[in-house]
């Protein structure tokens, strides 16, 4: 799937993350998701993340895990960790360090500043999100 979404407010922003959500849940149920995010910062990332785990883990509270690098939302019945890796110096070594192989095969990942990661893994989804204005975004969806 190739999807084009034109953001008006963080809160279209976010009703986009919940769609691609959605629509992984309904095609590939039983499946872990690997999104890629990228996008300038204030692109509205942490926004798409916040829709996205509004499905898979509800009534979660999404932050930016930029001091952090990961943030982990339990609230579904497969946890959603949310990564940074924006402050990851050396990004293998740094993945490596905080256990990154088994955050993936044991849940939904979905990845801020995705540029920084070495290799995707097959079938990971990618999410460009560019600036076009104050709070107008221009979402593009590879999946």
Same mark, same amino acid.
């Given at each position: ?70 943030? +982990?939302?339990?609230? @579904? $019945? #497969?946890? %959603? ?7 990851? *110096? ?28 070495? +290799?995707?893994?097959? @079938? $990971? #989804?990618? %999410? ?7 709070? *107008? ?7």
């Amino acid at each position: 799937m190739k999807k084009i979404i034109e953001s008006c407010s963080p809160a279209e922003t976010e009703a986009a993350g919940a769609a691609l959500a959605a629509y992984l849940s309904d095609i590939s149920p039983d499946s872990l998701y690997f999104v890629c995010l990228t996008g300038d910062l204030g692109a509205g990332k942490t926004a798409f993340v916040r829709g996205f785990s509004s499905v898979l883990s509800p009534e979660s509270r999404v932050k930016s895990p930029t001091y952090t690098v990961v943030n +982990e939302y339990r609230k @579904g $019945a #497969v946890p %959603v960790y949310h990564f940074d890796l924006y402050r990851l *110096e050396d990004s293998e070594d740094g993945l490596d360090s905080i256990g990154f192989d088994h955050y993936v095969q044991s849940g939904h990942c979905i990845l801020e500043w995705s540029e920084f990661l070495p +290799e995707r893994p097959a @079938g $990971a #989804v990618e %999410v460009r999100i560019t600036k076009k204005g104050d709070e *107008e975004r221009l979402i593009e969806i590879n999946c």
